[in-house]
């Protein structure tokens, strides 16, 4: 299963990116996308998960700011980051938890794609 990130860059305070990230390989189906931001020199954290049915969960810290939607059909997963801080800078992270077989047993598997960097700053 490979993952491809796209869609970071430079903004200013204020302003808005779209992150997106696609799912392709051998699984099943999704059962739940999400993005982690890592900040510089910091852990990384949850910033947005989405499960393939569309139930959200987003901390505090981007709620109202930012959105999580799934295109499941074609197995990609969109964060709308609006009114961007500085403190939003980090690399963030796509994270794919996918079903691979439902038989004999369900076996499910995480999957991390490469990053893509984030900057707010003016």
């Known amino acids: 299963v490979q993952l491809q990130a796209f869609g970071g860059g430079l903004v200013q305070p204020g302003g808005s990116l779209r992150l997106s990230c696609a799912a392709s390989?051998?699984?099943?189906?999704?059962?739940?996308m999400s993005w982690y931001g890592q900040p510089p020199g910091e852990q990384r954290d949850l910033v947005a998960s989405?499960?393939?049915?569309?139930?959200?969960n987003l901390p505090d810290s981007v709620k109202g700011r930012f959105a999580i939607s799934i295109d499941s059909a074609n197995n990609t997963v969109h964060l709308q980051m609006n009114s961007l801080k500085p403190e939003d800078t980090a690399i963030y992270y796509c994270?794919?938890?996918?079903?691979?077989?439902?038989?004999?047993?369900?076996?499910?598997?995480?999957?991390w794609g490469q990053g893509t960097l984030v900057t707010v700053s003016s």
């Open positions: 989405i499960t393939s049915g569309g139930a959200t």
């Open positions: 994270n794919a938890h996918v079903i691979l077989t439902t038989t004999p047993q369900l076996t499910t598997k995480h999957y």
């Open positions: 390989g051998s699984f099943k189906s999704i059962f739940v």
